[in-house]
């Protein structure tokens, strides 16, 4: 079957979504997904970012769809004319989605730990706008614990659904679903238990956003301070490949992934030993670094530039303060007579 | 008098029974399309009856009946879709309540005619006590010989059970009512594929408004032809209103479609005119989720023509004058109404009521509702009229199921008809502080206020 999207052709095989078709063309014709994973059965058609505008429906039938489809679950029809990029239409819905999903989302990038490999600021970078338009409060929710090698943060939550896949495909029993619903839908273990499964750290994986992070690598670094190495063991786990990423500082394991393609997608699951438990070099053969997408923020640590020295002019002064903060943090260095801002109170700064 | 088809019994002492129901003449549907129809002229005569679907969309039953997957040899279905739950709509409970065996006797029929050996009817969790007068509508069928094995010995088996769900205007929708029957959260499927290819369990599926299959006996006991006789156009047959707001009569009529709305609203057969002498100011005329329509668009279509009581009149001029037919919640408002926090308290249900599984309708129907919130309390800006448009547009289309839509529709409407409402709202907080703003003070008498200046 021929298919054109944005103007270039392919041949495909009957059964391939629209998505994919894109994704064998490359380049900026395919749309971003937040809900879909190739590798999850059953994901797909919830958050509407992939959005596209069918302008000829097939050879068999040229009329147009129309509405815009969500490409991720659209099949490919012979003929078939697709607009992505290209389409006004589709960039504004694009943007419509973008703004719906940060409307209620945090924005706490800077204590995030997912920032840097986040799909959702790749989204907003790409579709966002630098100014809101929404003035309500956003909707929050109690924090809930759901084990020791899990974080959830429901407030960055954007019910793609992926995690509950995952509960369901890849780990046995299901622990795992959503809550309540509309604007309140949580995604939750319902019990508040722990996710007591070999496969649960793929949760952590599949998420696009910081909803579900490593708790064992909580606040440790930014992604982008790390070096990603490709590394391998002999992994006992029925199932799982033992083929991961392992994130390093200096001569640290920081934190072990599984191995993402340039959609973010893992190409192999992983089990929750090689992830949580593996944080030793001795545990692992090191295979050579990972290479990332051009444009991914955590090449800014990457092995080929050379590093400059780096030269703060300002740097005295900073340290000064930092010793005067020091200071005021420890009280037992203050003078009775001594305000917080440095004066005594008798001085005639402080009247 | 119009023509009863659906509650000309309804007045009959003791209709509820099946005693008194076969002796009035009922489940000679039954019987006249198991023993002297095939499955397929019983189809045929529903298509030529015109009948659409009455649960708001209007789709030819006949035809949604005709897509179904027989050639799969998979066990097909029919379900009942018994989960009225739009705001204003209030026909099907009426039904099933007072004359249950017209609905039992319209799911044999139409269940013979898909071939249907399993079906069912999801009605909503809170008619707790319409469930159990059909459960007992379905005990009493069963002991006559209408359902179970070799139905009058014609070899036809039926099964028929009856659902509740959970309270969820969500399940409405079919593929999440097909979700939420199969014991699953509703969740709306995306489609394709079709219920009607693969429905529930996978197996083909009809999904039904409960007015719909109570039409079914009347048009096989009759003919397709005779109900097309019936109504103007392509809008056959008689549909139920469910009358609410302030007119002197409320409640469930029965009307030819085709009748004026001016009719309709003012004669004693039907609503009977206005409740006070306070003027009409706005017309819901098909459930919460169609475009509500202005005093001056209520009569009269943009064109000058009578507006009738028709899928056709009712949509003339699109959303621009027109609005829909819908399921027949028809909600009349005089001008102690308040449009905006009419708006609003529609916008909370779709907030309430969104599934939360696609971006626009989760997000968006919850920032609707509170800038709705903010202006009808006295704290809009003068951009959130823009931004509601805005943010109507973008639900619009882009969801997976129609409750997006149907969340963007009175928004869009009200703002169109009623721009003036929100202006006045906006810059006159004090006055709509006290929500009793417009019971004493028309906005007849304050337009003045947020008319255009002109120099």
């Known amino acids: 079957m021929k298919v054109t999207i944005d103007g270039q052709e392919i041949e495909v095989e009957a059964g391939t979504t629209i998505l994919q078709a894109a994704r064998m063309i490359g380049g900026e014709s395919v749309p971003p997904a937040m809900c879909y994973y190739s590798k999850?059965?059953?994901?797909?058609?919830?958050?509407?970012?992939?959005?596209?505008?069918?302008?000829?429906?097939?050879?068999?039938?040229?009329r147009p769809m129309p509405k815009l489809v969500a490409s991720c679950v659209t099949g490919c029809q012979d003929g078939m004319e697709i607009a992505s990029k290209s389409s006004?239409?589709?960039?504004?819905?694009?943007?419509?989605?973008?703004e719906f999903l940060l409307i209620n989302h945090p924005l706490d990038c800077p204590v995030c730990d997912q920032a840097g490999e986040c799909d959702l600021q790749n989204l907003s970078f790409e579709h966002g706008k630098s100014e809101t338009r929404f003035i309500e409060e956003k909707r929050t929710f109690e924090p809930e614990d759901i084990g020791d090698k899990i974080q959830l943060h429901m407030n960055r939550c954007i019910v793609c659904q992926r995690c509950?896949?995952?509960?369901?495909?890849?780990?046995?029993?299901?622990?795992?679903?959503?809550?309540?619903?509309?604007?309140?839908?949580?995604?939750?273990?319902?019990?508040?238990?722990?996710?007591?499964?070999?496969?649960?750290?793929?949760?952590?994986?599949?998420?696009?956003?910081?909803?579900?992070?490593?708790?064992?690598?909580?606040?440790?670094?930014?992604?982008?301070?790390?070096?990603?190495?490709?590394?391998?063991?002999?992994?006992?786990?029925?199932?799982?490949?033992?083929k991961t990423t392992v994130w390093m500082f200096g001569d640290e394991i920081q934190r072990v992934t599984a191995r993402k393609d340039e959609y973010h997608e893992v190409e192999d699951f992983i089990c929750n030993t090689c992830r949580f438990d593996k944080k030793e070099v001795s545990d692992w053969v090191i295979e050579g670094p990972r290479r990332f997408e051009k444009d991914s923020v955590i090449n800014q640590n990457n092995y080929t530039r050379k590093m400059d020295k780096v030269v703060i002019e300002t740097e005295k002064g900073i340290l000064m303060g930092r010793d005067i903060d020091r200071k005021k943090i420890s009280m037992s260095e203050i003078d009775y007579n001594e305000k917080i801002d440095g004066n005594l109170i008798d001085s005639k700064k402080n009247g | 008098m119009g023509r009863k088809i659906l509650l000309d019994k309804i007045n009959v002492p003791g209709i509820k029974t099946y005693e008194v129901y076969r002796r009035e003449g009922g489940y000679a549907s039954v019987e006249k399309a198991l023993k002297k129809m095939?499955?397929?002229?019983?189809?045929?005569?529903?298509?030529?009856s015109g009948l659409r679907g009455r649960g708001g969309a209007g789709f030819p039953a006949g035809m949604k009946w005709s897509f179904i997957d027989k050639k799969s040899g998979n066990p097909r279905h029919l379900v009942c879709n018994a989960d009225e739950s739009e705001p204003?709509?209030?026909?099907?409970?009426?039904?099933?309540?007072?004359?249950?065996?017209?609905?039992?006797?319209?799911?044999?029929?139409?269940?013979?005619a898909l071939g249907a050996n399993l079906s069912y009817i999801y009605i909503r969790g809170e008619y707790m006590w319409v469930y159990k007068i059909l459960e007992r509508a379905i005990a009493e069928a069963k002991a006559a010989g209408f359902l179970g094995k070799n139905i009058l010995g014609s070899g036809y088996d039926l099964e028929l059970f009856v659902q509740i769900g959970g309270g969820a205007y969500i399940c409405g929708e079919e593929t999440a009512l097909i979700e939420s029957l199969e014991g699953k959260r509703g969740n709306p499927r995306l489609k394709p594929p079709f219920p009607a290819v693969k429905g529930l369990w996978q197996n083909p599926t009809v999904v039904n408004n409960v007015e719909t299959i109570a039409a079914v006996p009347w048009i096989i006991n009759n003919s397709g032809a005779d109900y097309a006789g019936i109504g103007i156009g392509r809008s056959t047959g008689t549909k139920l209103i469910s009358a609410s707001g302030n007119i002197k009569n409320q409640g469930?009529?029965?009307?030819?479609?085709?009748?004026?709305?001016?009719?309709?609203?003012?004669?004693?057969?039907?609503?009977?005119?206005?409740?006070?002498?306070?003027?009409?100011?706005?017309?819901?005329?098909?459930?919460?989720?169609?475009?509500?329509?202005?005093?001056?668009?209520i009569y009269k279509t943009a064109a000058g023509e009578d507006r009738l009581m028709t899928y056709e009149s009712l949509s003339d001029g699109g959303f621009a004058t027109g609005s829909m037919l819908g399921s027949g919640g028809f909600i009349v408002y005089d001008d102690r109404a308040c449009i905006v926090r009419n708006t609003w308290n529609f916008s909370r249900?779709?907030?309430?009521?969104?599934?939360?599984?696609?971006?626009?309708?989760?997000?968006?129907?919850?920032?609707?509702?509170?800038?709705?919130?903010r202006i009808e309390n006295g704290h809009g800006r003068e951009e959130d009229i823009?931004?509601?448009?805005?943010?109507?547009?973008k639900i619009e289309g882009n969801t997976i199921c129609p409750l997006g839509d149907a969340a963007s529709w009175p928004v869009a409407a009200a703002i169109r008809h009623f721009k003036d409402e929100f202006e006045y709202h906006i810059r006159f907080p004090e006055k709509v502080r006290n929500r009793d703003h417009f019971v004493n003070e028309p906005f007849e008498k304050v337009k003045h206020l947020v008319a255009k200046q002109t120099v």
């Not at chain 1, 619903?181 to 994986?205: K, L, P, W, Y």
Request: hydrophobic share 30%; aromatic share 8%.
């Open chain 2, 386 to 393: 823009e931004l509601l448009w805005s943010i109507q547009s």
């Open chain 1, 88 to 98: 006004e239409r589709v960039t504004e819905a694009r943007k419509a989605v973008t």
């Open chain 1, 164 to 242: 509950v896949e995952v509960a369901d495909q890849l780990t046995d029993g299901r622990v795992h679903g959503v809550l309540n619903r509309g604007d309140h839908s949580q995604i939750s273990t319902c019990v508040s238990a722990a996710i007591d499964n070999e496969f649960s750290g793929n949760m952590i994986d599949v998420c696009p956003v910081g909803a579900l992070t490593d708790k064992t690598f909580r606040f440790k670094s930014r992604v982008w301070f790390n070096k990603p190495f490709n590394a391998h063991r002999e992994c006992t786990t029925p199932g799982c490949c033992g």
């Open chain 2, 252 to 297: 469930v009529y029965e009307i030819e479609l085709g009748v004026s709305v001016y009719e309709f609203m003012n004669s004693d057969e039907y609503c009977g005119g206005m409740q006070t002498d306070r003027p009409l100011k706005a017309l819901v005329p098909g459930g919460s989720s169609v475009p509500i329509l202005p005093a001056n668009l």
């Open chain 2, 38 to 48: 095939t499955p397929d002229e019983v189809v045929e005569e529903v298509k030529t």
């Open chain 1, 40 to 62: 999850l059965k059953g994901t797909g058609g919830k958050c509407r970012c992939c959005l596209v505008d069918v302008t000829k429906g097939s050879e068999a039938d040229p």
């Open chain 2, 88 to 112: 204003g709509t209030f026909k099907d409970r009426y039904l099933m309540e007072y004359i249950p065996h017209l609905l039992i006797e319209g799911m044999i029929t139409s269940s013979y």
């Open chain 2, 349 to 373: 249900f779709y907030h309430h009521e969104s599934c939360g599984q696609c971006t626009p309708c989760r997000e968006g129907t919850g920032w609707l509702e509170k800038v709705l919130h």
